[in-house]
């Protein structure tokens, strides 16, 4: 199975500040068909998973624009360009270019 | 809009079998385009993946449960379940189901269900 691998795993930032999280796989998530597969979650405290990113930097519907996604094969970056205080909570990245899915450790974000 | 609920027993006795569904409403479990899983979150803990079922059966699971997991659709009843046998502690989650894309039907893992709460304890 495709390890995911996230740093940091906690990150303080200052609301109005950029933040950034890393993403790597084990394998390379470049699909045949020219996609890659890296998806993002943000867990808010006490909810379920909520898409963000797909296929390493498409933001899903109503996902602001200070979140964006980069990276290609098996290194990915998520980030966001000013803190707020509604972005307080746990981000995984995910795999999706196998059936079988994995997930990153987390990476907790908290408002200084 | 998609929505999918989860509903079980919250409480298993060590060694008895956990037995959830997934209710989906707002869309068909019989699409051509996603597989329906489950995930696991022990309390303070990150995500693990159980296994993804398409509507015609054919699953997938995650090797380090596969000999205690089943899951199994029901189509007339838009609904996909989890059975996991011989349960210790270490199985004591939040349990959520969720839709799962495919890639050659460029669709993604979008809708999550709220999660129920598993313990095992005698």
């Known amino acids: 199975d495709i390890v995911m691998t996230q740093t940091p795993l906690s990150l303080s930032v200052t609301p109005g500040q950029p933040a950034s999280i890393s993403c790597k796989s084990s394998q390379s998530l470049l699909h045949s068909d020219g996609k890659t597969y890296l998806y993002w979650y943000l867990q808010k405290p006490g909810q379920s998973p909520q898409l963000l990113i797909y296929?390493?930097?498409s933001r899903f519907s109503g996902v602001p624009d200070r979140f964006s996604g980069s990276g290609s094969g098996t290194d990915f970056t998520l980030k966001i360009s000013r803190v707020e205080a509604e972005d307080v909570g746990v981000y995984y990245c995910?795999?999706?270019?196998?059936?079988?899915?994995?997930f990153g450790q987390g990476t907790k974000v908290e408002i200084k | 809009q998609l929505q999918l609920q989860e509903s079980g027993p919250g409480l298993v006795k060590p060694s008895e079998t956990l037995s959830l569904t997934c209710t989906v409403s707002g869309g068909s479990i019989s699409s051509s385009s996603y597989y329906w899983g489950w995930i696991r979150q022990p309390p303070g803990k990150g995500l693990e993946w159980i296994g993804s079922i398409y509507y015609s059966g054919s699953t997938y699971y995650n090797p380090s449960l596969k000999s205690r997991v089943t899951i199994s659709v029901d189509t007339s009843k838009n609904q996909f379940s989890l059975k996991l046998s011989s349960v210790t502690a270490a199985d004591t989650a939040v349990y959520y189901c969720?839709?799962?894309?495919?890639?050659?039907?460029?669709?993604?893992?979008?809708?999550w269900g709220q999660g129920t709460l598993v313990t095992v304890s005698s």
């Open positions: 969720a839709r799962q894309g495919i890639a050659v039907a460029g669709t993604t893992d979008d809708y």
């Open positions: 995910m795999q999706g270019i196998h059936l079988r899915r994995t």
């Open positions: 296929e390493v930097s």
